[in-house]
């Protein structure tokens, strides 16, 4: 009996960002944006840290694509009225573009298609859930062939951890949140998301000393051994 089979699980949900490549890809994707235009950059990652202080980890009602715009402006540029909206979502959109063209690039973690090859073989369904917009980045990593169904956090005007964001995928799935595995890379936003839904949680990192998860590992070669080999 493998650990999957043990623990009753039915899907295995990812985290991107971070999770399936290395966070350091990320972090020059956001660089190189934000050569363009730093203000609004600097601004857009801090409202994004206001957002989700703001709604923690409880389960709040889903924010239409208007309202959540509107509140990311109003984090953003808290003098501007809503006159300055399609400036501010003109400026949203070339960024994400230039996202979209750097991850052409993007390479996954080793081993991580056979992981998600895996999966697929023992039954189990694969979702993902990204806050940021999913574009073209599964068919890029070179797993879409495996993904049952893929949530962009934005569109349900929510950002991790908020449990609005985990409650997505337990209706996706159609499953009881206890047989759900969610892996991702950040205690906070992730491992802390998954288990304030009752969700399984696995943690992908190279540095955690301590963890809440169920499961640690450093690479997709040591989570293969821990979700395949027999316990």
Request: charged content about 30%.
């Amino acid at each position: 009996m493998t650990w999957l089979e043990k623990n009753g699980i039915k899907c295995v949900c990812f985290d991107i960002d971070g999770t399936l490549y290395d966070i350091s890809f990320l972090n020059r994707v956001l660089f190189k944006s934000a050569l363009s235009s730093p203000l609004f950059s600097i601004r857009y990652m801090m409202m994004r840290k206001k957002m989700r202080d703001e709604d923690g980890e409880v389960v709040l009602d889903r924010m239409d694509s208007l309202s959540f715009k509107k509140r990311e402006m109003a984090l953003s540029y808290p003098s501007k009225d809503e006159k300055w909206l399609p400036i501010f979502l003109e400026k949203e959109k070339k960024m994400h573009s230039s996202w979209d063209r750097e991850y052409r690039k993007v390479r996954p973690f080793d081993n991580l298609e056979r992981v998600f090859a895996l999966i697929r073989k023992s039954g189990i369904r694969i979702g993902v859930l990204s806050d940021f917009p999913l574009s073209e980045k599964l068919a890029h990593l070179g797993i879409e062939p495996y993904v049952d169904f893929a949530i962009s956090a934005e569109d349900i005007g929510r950002l991790k951890p908020c449990g609005t964001c985990f409650l997505e995928i337990v209706k996706k799935a159609s499953l009881d949140p206890s047989q759900i595995l969610y892996v991702g890379d950040s205690e906070k936003k992730d491992v802390k998301g998954a288990k304030s839904c009752n969700m399984h949680a696995a943690l992908i990192s190279r540095s955690a000393n301590e963890s809440m998860a169920d499961i640690v590992a450093k690479d997709y070669y040591e989570m293969e051994k821990i979700l395949f080999s027999e316990v």
